[in-house]
């Protein structure tokens, strides 16, 4: 929260198959499994690129693995979806999660690593994953998505629980780092 980078849509990815954009993606991943998240986006890490990496599980127990490289969300017709309202949190508000509506259907399509184009598509809890990451590398975090009451409340959440919570990822950092 409160870094520039959040705040601002992404650059599009021009580059595609090189070893830096390999090592950014596998650097996310780690990142992400750290911080025991669902997904992370580029911004979140303080780059400025739209790409995002998930690693999570959905209500079905499906395992979805994976990246996208500028990614669009497709306007998906009223009758293809439904409004689920859920909890959601993020990494980069630690701590409090609320009950955002999205739908329950998302279609991407983008690039993968090497630039081949690609269509994912999720329902459930992955479809929120799909669209809260969009989201982030247009800079928007789901704050944007509550009334002002809502997310002042957060902010206050997450100001009281922020030490803790990065206590904690620290210790998993640590742990890991000790063990490899």
């Not at 954009?21 to 992370?40: E, P, R, S, V, W």
């Not at 992955?126 to 590398?137: G, I, N, S």
Request: glycine share 8%; hydrophobic share 35%; net charge negative.
């Amino acid at each position: 929260m409160g870094e520039e980078v959040l705040a601002r849509r992404c650059r599009a990815a021009t580059e595609f198959g090189t070893p830096e954009l390999t090592q950014l993606i596998d650097d996310m991943f780690a990142t992400n499994h750290m911080a025991k998240g669902a997904a992370i986006a580029a911004n979140q890490v303080g780059v400025d690129l739209q790409l995002f990496v998930w690693d999570m599980t959905d209500e079905w127990g499906t395992h979805h693995v994976g990246h996208i490289l500028n990614p669009v969300l497709d306007d998906l017709p009223p009758d293809q979806r439904t409004l689920l309202e859920e909890p959601e949190g993020c990494l980069s508000v630690p701590g409090p999660y609320r009950v955002v509506a999205r739908p329950d259907r998302a279609v991407v399509r983008g690039q993968d690593k090497d630039g081949t184009p690609i269509v994912v598509e999720g329902r459930g809890y992955f479809a929120r994953c799909l669209q809260h990451e969009t989201d982030h590398l247009h800079g928007r975090l789901y704050l944007d998505r509550l009334t002002q009451r809502e997310r002042k409340s957060v902010l206050r959440e997450m100001a009281a629980s922020q030490d803790e919570v990065f206590a904690r990822r620290a210790a998993r950092s640590s742990s890991a780092a000790s063990s490899s």
